[in-house]
């Protein structure tokens, strides 16, 4: 409401609208509750997957600029997660 009152355009408004607004906003406060809520989630996904693929990440480094041949590929495509 205070950005209404700023404006000038919060005594324009009819009560009506005026309530509408005051519960889209609480509508998108919950939105963005959830979204962090998906974020923080999202974060720990992450991490849990980085820590299983950075074995898999440090041999592709070995092999990309040739320090690893490719005879030692079956050793690479062994590991499961």
């Known amino acids: 409401m205070q950005l209404f ?3 000038g355009a919060h005594c324009s408004l009819s009560k009506p609208v005026q309530r509408r607004v005051k519960a889209l906003k609480r509508l998108q406060l919950e939105v963005f509750d ?10 720990v996904l992450e991490h849990k997957y980085e820590n299983l ?3 898999l990440y440090n041999k592709v480094s070995y092999i990309c600029p040739g320090w690893r041949s490719v005879v030692d590929w079956s050793v690479c495509v062994s590991v499961s997660l």
Do not use: A, D, Q
């Open 53 to 55: 693929c950075s074995s």
């Open 5 to 7: 009152k700023t404006l």
């Open 34 to 43: 959830v979204e962090v809520k998906f974020y923080e989630e999202l974060h």
